[in-house]
């Protein structure tokens, strides 16, 4: 016994290094062998907060890459939403009645410039003819409606946005679906008017306002504003609305520029009727 | 005393922090993984008991093994550099044996003496760790190009850092 114990004081450094070593080489062994996360990983809790501390960090450096990447996403989802899809449902004898053909496609495009506060606003994006953007084309946010395109170089497109005196939306309660027109009611980028609100249409504060889907620069049902406050001026048949735009104008990052597969058709319909109402 | 673990301390901790959160995501390309955190087990004081030193190195090891989640195998390496560490520094010693105020460093060693100890530890590690790594004789000539390029890469790193916090002292 005694001897042991000369022998482990003697030799102490070299038995401590043995046991370490022992000690770690097993867990190599044992770790590695069964690929398995023990206490001693990167999955323990303070490692793991070290190195979500450093993600955090370093994710700014790629939150550019990563935003296009999701409005890129946004926009392919959006594309295939069902609001995006026209019923193509016409003949009531058909079977097919789960068929849709789609009507609009939504570009996702980046403010490159945008301005609020001047009476007529315009937004430029960084889409233009090569990606297949045509004037009066709508825009919108994830958040409402934004614009018209106006006119459009090849890698650029330049916005009247809703901020302007000839910019007019025909917009709708959500609710009942009696339609007006909402225009801008400057110098507030946050708030608009509808008129021409039939007195019928039965309204409260926090409606919210969508677009109608006449004309054919936007889909039936885009968030436009939320109903502040309503009155008939004396002698009026329609109510004034004024309402808050849903779209903070002022923080627009990305938007989508919406494409309406049947525009033209419409139009030539529609140009067609009124010429034909013009022979008589 | 205290003051001088506080400084180990706290070299302990950058050292680690830097080798597990910037060097080991550092795209160096195949061949070139510095481990700066080396220079910890380096710079452990002279007077420092060498069962402690021993330890010590276990605790290093295994800290940068939480950080690669290759459990054991940098404590192994640490383990081993820490045992034969007494005999490396008997083996480089000044003539009259090392002094109380000399502390492992480039300032106070001199270039030469640092250079070949920092590099004798740092080439026995890298070899070690590669080894342990691939853990056979496969393509041993890529894993030695690998040793020998990390250790360069390590070593660079290791002036580096010597240089940028003894600048000072050392134009005095």
């Known amino acids: 016994m005694r001897n042991l114990l000369v022998f482990l004081t003697r030799n102490y450094f070299f038995l401590l290094f043995l046991a370490l070593e022992f000690f770690a080489v097993s867990l190599l062994v044992r770790y590695n062998y069964f690929h398995r996360a023990g206490a ?21 450096f790629g939150l550019k890459a990563e935003n296009a990447r999701l409005a890129r ?33 939504y570009v996702e495009a980046k403010v490159v410039d945008n301005s609020v506060n001047r009476r007529n606003n315009y937004i430029t994006l960084n889409r233009g003819s090569a990606q297949g953007i045509k ?10 409606i934004v614009g018209i395109v106006k006119d459009v170089s090849e890698n650029f497109c330049t916005v009247m946005s809703l901020l302007h005196k000839d910019m007019h939306v025909s917009a709708k309660l ?5 339609f007006g027109q909402l225009d801008w009611n400057p110098p507030d980028y946050t708030t608009a008017i509808l008129h021409d609100l039939p007195s019928h249409a039965k309204m409260k504060k926090g409606d919210t306002l969508v677009s109608s889907g006449l004309g054919d620069a936007f889909p039936e049902g885009i968030p436009v504003g939320i109903v502040q406050t309503f009155k008939i001026k004396s002698g009026d048949n329609f109510f004034t609305v004024d309402a808050k735009l849903t779209t ?3 923080k627009l990052k990305y938007v989508y520029v919406v494409r309406n597969l049947m525009k033209d058709e419409q139009q030539e319909l529609q140009k067609k009727t009124l010429e034909s109402d013009k022979d008589k | 005393m205290i003051s001088d673990i506080l400084r180990h301390g706290f070299r302990f901790l950058v050292l680690v922090l830097v080798q597990g959160l910037v060097l080991k995501n550092m795209e160096l390309g195949p061949f070139v993984n ?21 330890i010590v190195c276990f605790v290093t090891g295994i800290s940068v093994d939480v950080f690669y989640n290759t459990m054991g195998m940098h404590a192994a390496v640490c383990t081993f550099i820490g045992f034969m560490r007494p005999a490396l520094l008997r083996f480089m010693s000044p003539r009259d044996g090392y002094e109380n105020t000399m502390q492992p460093n480039m300032q106070l060693m001199g270039r030469l003496w640092f250079i070949s100890f920092a590099g004798i ?18 393509d041993f000539f890529w894993t030695l190009l690998r040793i020998v390029l990390s250790s360069v890469a390590t070593l660079v790193f290791l002036l580096v850092t010597q240089l940028l916090f003894y600048r000072n002292k050392a134009a005095e």
């Open chain 1, 40 to 60: 001693v990983s990167t999955a323990n809790a303070l490692t793991g907060s070290m190195l979500e501390a450093r993600d955090n960090m370093t994710e700014y």
């Open chain 1, 73 to 105: 996403e946004n926009a392919l989802l959006r594309s295939q939403q069902k609001g995006a899809f026209m019923d193509y449902t016409t003949n009531v004898d058909t079977i097919n009645d789960t068929i849709y053909k789609q009507q609009y496609q």
């Open chain 1, 135 to 144: 004037p009066d084309m709508g825009v919108i946010s994830p958040d409402g």
């Open chain 2, 121 to 138: 530890i740092v080439l026995i590690h890298h070899f070690m760790l590669f080894m342990l790594e691939v853990f056979s004789f496969h």
């Open chain 1, 248 to 250: 903070d104008f002022k």
């Open chain 2, 34 to 54: 510095p481990f700066l955190y080396v220079l910890f087990i380096i710079q452990l004081p002279f007077e420092l008991p060498a069962w402690i030193a021993l």
């Open chain 1, 174 to 178: 959500k609710k009942d679906g009696t």
